[in-house]
T-cell receptor
Framework: AQTVTQSQPEMSVQEAETVTLSCTYD???????LFWYKQPPSRQMILVIR??????QNATENRFSVNFQKAAKSFSLKISDSQLGDAAMYFC???????????FGTGTLLAVQP | SQTIHQWPATLVQPVGSPLSLECTVE??????LYWYRQAAGRGLQLLFY??????ISSEVPQNLSASRPQDRQFILSSKKLLLSDSGFYLC??????????????FGPGTRLTVL
């Protein structure tokens, strides 16, 4: 069965600095999709970035980028120039055709210090 | 553009009372629809998903049920709430039958407290 692991329950970063959130997953599928969602205090889940497994190029969305290592089954999120508004819970998620379900990790709570 | 609505935003209900949470999507046709529950400080648990009107798949056996009376309407119900039903309920939608188009977009959520 597919699993998603986020080993950092909490992280902290100084405003304007860079932080990397870790995510590993386990799957036997070769074609799948990975996502990072952000959940601010309002608790609405917001899509941050997504990556197709067949693409070697790492996805980038403004200050957010991923380091996708398919062989290592690792999918980390890098936030550059951190802002106070980046403070939130971040969830890594996996989607594959075998289950047709979005499987979430347990989340990493990111604090941004002014 | 597509938007997703959920109501109510917050709800406090006594144990044993019925429940009805509603989710509607605008700006798309024949979406896949999902209900998730998030307990405090924990990840998301998929409860139900639907690929079309009247088509409901249940992921977790419990006293909750879901219905899809219209293409873009998804309802979560219970006849008798339990204390353990307290949590944050999120509705999500996606389009497509596989691939990146199955990216799920979430509504604002409903905070349910059962007393």
């Amino acid at each position: 069965a597919q699993t998603v692991t986020q080993s950092q329950p909490e992280m902290s970063v100084q405003e304007a600095e860079t932080v990397t959130l870790s995510c590993t997953y386990d799957t036997s599928e070769s074609d799948y999709y990975l996502f990072w969602y952000k959940q601010p205090p309002s608790r609405q889940m917001i899509l941050v970035i997504r990556q197709e497994a067949y693409k070697q190029q790492n996805a980038t969305e403004n200050r957010f980028s991923v380091n996708f290592q398919k062989a290592a089954k690792s999918f980390s999120l890098k936030i550059s120039d951190s802002q106070l508004g980046d403070a939130a819970m971040y969830f890594c998620a996996y989607y594959g055709g075998a289950t047709n379900k979005l499987i979430f990790g347990t989340g990493t709570l990111l604090a941004v210090q002014p | 553009s597509q938007t997703i609505h959920q109501w109510p935003a917050t709800l406090v209900q006594p144990v044993g009372s019925p429940l009805s949470l509603e989710c509607t999507v605008e700006g798309t046709s024949n979406p896949n629809l999902y209900w998730y529950r998030q307990a405090a400080g924990r990840g998301l648990q998929l409860l139900f998903y639907s690929v079309g009107i009247g088509q409901i798949s249940s992921e977790v056996p419990q006293n909750l049920s879901a219905s899809r009376p219209q293409d873009r309407q998804f309802i979560l119900s219970s006849k008798k709430l339990l204390l353990s039903d307290s949590g944050f309920y999120l509705c999500a939608w996606s389009v497509g039958a596989g691939g990146i188009t199955d990216t799920q977009y979430f509504g604002p959520g409903t905070r349910l407290t059962v007393l």
